[in-house]
């Protein structure tokens, strides 16, 4: 079956720092990802769509100077949380899009991120 | 625009008990929806999806679901629960543009 990877699984970074979180899709081309967070105990918020080879398309309310988003390869997404702050700490969890159905995504086993 | 709800943010069973789960969507296009199950910090784990064949889905782990478009909804069920069915479950509706999540229903199961 389809499998996403995330790296890293989990991350601790101080306040003010940057971090970048690497989505890959390991067996099949994904010209379309997703990125979610999600906050303890609440649900997936969309937070960006990333398309391969143009910009993301961000949810209203998602800051794009601070989560920025790369497609640059058909297997390959990363998020960058810029100067991060504690109020980012979450799980981030990213998805590619079933090429051939494209209603199904397929997830990531998420990212943990601590800022200190 | 397309979203789900589920019903109860919290459902408790005993075990061998029967398990429901409620999601209701709405979609302005025929929807295709799935119930994803979530352990502690752990991703999503796919259980079942709809997606226009049959109305009864059959998934992983003795879940089922039903699909009634009368009544615009996707519950989950399971005949008999187990310990190890306590977890965060999520039923999500999806276009061929992108997916929504309900809120998620928190199923403990009491020995």
């Known amino acids: 079956g389809a499998v996403v990877s995330q790296h890293p699984s989990w991350v601790i970074c101080k306040s003010g720092t940057s971090v970048k979180i690497e989505c890959r899709s390991l067996?099949?081309?994904?010209?379309?990802m997703f990125w979610y967070r999600q906050f303890p105990k609440q649900s997936l918020m969309l937070m960006a769509t990333?398309?391969?080879?143009?910009?993301?398309?961000?949810e209203q309310g998602v800051e794009k100077d601070k989560f920025l988003i790369n497609h640059a390869s058909l297997t390959l997404s990363t998020l960058t949380v810029t100067s991060a702050h504690p109020e980012d700490s979450s799980f981030y969890i990213c998805s590619a899009r079933d090429p051939i159905t494209s209603y199904e995504q397929y997830f990531g086993p998420g990212t943990r991120l601590t800022v200190t | 625009a397309q979203s789900v709800t589920q019903l109860g943010s919290h459902v408790s069973v005993s075990e061998g008990a029967l398990v429901l789960l409620r999601c209701n969507y709405s979609s302005s296009v025929p929807p295709y929806l799935f119930w994803y199950v979530q352990y502690p910090n752990q991703g999503l784990q796919l259980l079942l999806k709809y997606t226009s064949a049959a109305t009864l889905v059959k998934g992983i782990n003795g879940f089922e679901a039903e699909f009634k478009k009368s009544e615009t909804s996707f519950h989950l069920t399971k005949p008999s629960a187990h310990m190890s069915d306590a977890a965060e479950y999520f039923c999500?509706?999806?276009?061929?543009?992108?997916?929504?999540f309900g809120a998620g229903t928190r199923l403990t199961v009491k020995p």
């Open positions: 067996d099949f081309q994904a010209t379309t």
């Open positions: 999500a509706v999806s276009d061929k543009r992108d997916m929504r």
């Open positions: 990333s398309n391969e080879g143009s910009k993301a398309t961000y």
